[in-house]
């Protein structure tokens, strides 16, 4: 013999109107009645600590002037980098030329001329790379 059903009882929840659309749409998603959703869902959850505040992600006013004093910081360095050469300042160009001479120059000092050879090949991909892998092997060989 089965147990006699439990009669059901209404029960009344408060939440936002935007709330109740979201459960609405997610029963209606799920396939069943908003009320046995609600039951359902409310009964498999265990419950816990409630969530931690999540890390803020806006800046206040000092946060965002250091970050914008930072920025023209920058700005201003790379302004000066980028200058032409001159004034005992090599420029950005004159720079990037130096280090790259100098990767260069080391490179063949130590041997590695087709590793060289190969990385001039993958950026130029023509034949100043290997103009310039001459050279520059040719610069090394010099006492």
Do not use: N
């Not at 290997?130 to 040719?138: C, L, N, S, T």
């Amino acid at each position: 013999m089965t147990a006699p059903r439990e009669r059901a009882r209404s029960h009344s929840i408060s939440c936002s109107r935007l709330d109740w659309e979201r459960i609405r749409e997610r029963a209606r998603e799920a396939g069943k009645p908003m009320s046995r959703y609600i039951v359902e869902r409310t009964l498999s959850v265990t419950p816990g600590p409630e969530p931690e505040m999540p890390e803020r992600l806006v800046l206040d006013g000092e946060e965002q002037r250091r970050l914008l004093d930072a920025v023209l910081r920058m700005a201003e360095l790379l302004s000066g980098a980028m200058a032409p050469e001159g004034d005992g300042r090599p420029g950005l160009p004159g720079a990037v030329r130096a280090l790259f001479e100098a990767k260069m120059d080391e490179m063949a000092r130590t041997g590695r001329y087709r590793e060289m050879r190969a990385l001039l090949d993958t950026v130029l991909r023509d034949e100043r790379a290997a103009r310039i892998a001459d050279g520059v092997y040719e610069r090394s060989r010099r006492p």
